[in-house]
Structure formats: structure tokens, C-alpha cells
């Protein structure tokens, strides 16, 4: 069964350093993976996700992810931080594009200025 | 970009009264929509596919005669929680598998969520 961890609950940034989430999965096969984004009391919004080629994956607010088969990860970077993305992150893997998608715990990030 | 609305957004009812959620795909046909629920510091988990015109797909463990899934056209699905209970409180959220454009892939986009309190 695929599964996901994100060892860090909570982290905590200033305002304008870099981020990196950490995010771990277990799948089988090519994994589809994804990095969500929920400010309190939201519903989820795509961030970015890898479904194949290359493993260096740009999204949207600046964010982007790499894909390390090695060391089945797939981290969420951003080098400057801004205060507006204090939120909650989800790292997803899924099987097969979105069917049976399974999302990890999730990281809390708090922004500090 | 695609939009997915819930309805309502929160509700409070009495235990043992029934509760109906809304989920719409407003610009475009969704032929797959899911559902997943999360608990407070938790994450999202999922609880059924629901595939337009067909019985939803329950996950191990989630009660489909406690939560029926209808959805009956490409832009609507609702999910009933019967008899509510305390223990069914929870923020439920939709999510609509949006059409795959040429030479692109699926997207899913996700619902706003709504949080269901049961007294």
C-alpha cells in the first residue's frame, strides 16, 4: 500500500529565508506525487505535482519540488518565504494520476517576521 | 481556473438528524468526484469515488449506509450523513476530477470544505 510521510509537523521560518518540506513516500511503482497547500479552514489548493519527466517541478507562488527516486522524496522548496504562505502543506502520493490518492499529515508553517 | 463550491459551508444539527452536503463543479464536467474527511490536525482522508451515474466506491471501513453518495450528474455530488452522531463531526471536503486537455494531464481541484458539528 503507497503511503506518505512528512517528518516535521510544524516549522517554523522568517520572513524571507528559504524552505524546505520534507516529504517521504512509499509506492511500488512511478509514483504520482503532489504538495497541497490549506489556510485554516480552506479547502486544499494544488501546489505543484510530478506525474513523469523531469524531476525538477516548477508550480505556482514561487514553490517547486524535486523528485528523488534514490531517496523516495519529494521536498517542497521556496527561497524566500513570504508571509502569506503561512498555511498548512500536504504531500500527496497517489496511484495512477488521482485515483487513491494518500495524503501525509501535513506541515504546519508559520512565518515569522 | 476550474472552481469546485460546497453547500454549505458549515452546519450544526442535532444528533440523529440527517445532513446533506453539495459538491459542484461550476466550470466544467467532473465525471469523478471524491470524498474525504479530516479530523482536527489531521489529514485528509479519503472516504469514497463517486463516478457519475454509478454507485460510489467506499473506502475499507467508511459506513456507506451511514454516508450515501449520490451523484447524478457530471457537475453534482452530495454526500448524506444519516444519523448523525458527535463522532461525525468532522470538516468534509469534495474534490472534482477535472477533464485531461490535450497532451496535458488530469487535474483535481478541491472544494472549500465544509465543517459538519453534530450536538
Known amino acids: 500500500a503507497q503511503s506518505v510521510t512528512q517528518p516535521d509537523i510544524h516549522i517554523t521560518v522568517s520572513e524571507g529565508a528559504s524552505l524546505e518540506l520534507r516529504c517521504n513516500y512509499s509506492?511500488?511503482?512511478?509514483?504520482?506525487l503532489f504538495w497541497y497547500v490549506q489556510s485554516p479552514g480552506q479547502g486544499l489548493q494544488l501546489l505543484l505535482k510530478?506525474?513523469?519527466?523531469?524531476?525538477l517541478v516548477q508550480g505556482i507562488k514561487g514553490f517547486e519540488a524535486e523528485f528523488k527516486r534514490s531517496q523516495s522524496s519529494f521536498n517542497l522548496r521556496k527561497p524566500s518565504v513570504h508571509w502569506s504562505d503561512a498555511a498548512e502543506y500536504f504531500c500527496a502520493v497517489g496511484a495512477g494520476g488521482y485515483q487513491k490518492v494518500t495524503f501525509g499529515t501535513g506541515t504546519k508553517l508559520q512565518v515569522i517576521p | 481556473g476550474a472552481v469546485v463550491s460546497q453547500h454549505p459551508s458549515w452546519v450544526i444539527c442535532k444528533s440523529g438528524t440527517s445532513v446533506k452536503i453539495e459538491c459542484r463543479s461550476l466550470d466544467f464536467q467532473a465525471t469523478t468526484m471524491f470524498w474525504y474527511r479530516q479530523f482536527p490536525k489531521q489529514s485528509l482522508m479519503l472516504m469514497a469515488t463517486?463516478?457519475?451515474?454509478?454507485?460510489?466506491?467506499?473506502e475499507q471501513g467508511v459506513e456507506k449506509d451511514k454516508f450515501l453518495i449520490n451523484h447524478a450528474s457530471l457537475t453534482l455530488s452530495t454526500l448524506t450523513v444519516t444519523s448523525a452522531h458527535p463522532e461525525d463531526s468532522s470538516f468534509y471536503i469534495c474534490s472534482a476530477r477535472a477533464p485531461r486537455l490535450a497532451g496535458g494531464t488530469d487535474t483535481q481541484y478541491f472544494g472549500p470544505g465544509t465543517r459538519l458539528t453534530v450536538l
Open positions: 463517486s463516478n457519475e451515474g454509478s454507485k460510489a466506491t467506499y
Open positions: 509506492y511500488g511503482a512511478t509514483p504520482y
Open positions: 510530478y506525474f513523469s519527466g523531469d524531476t
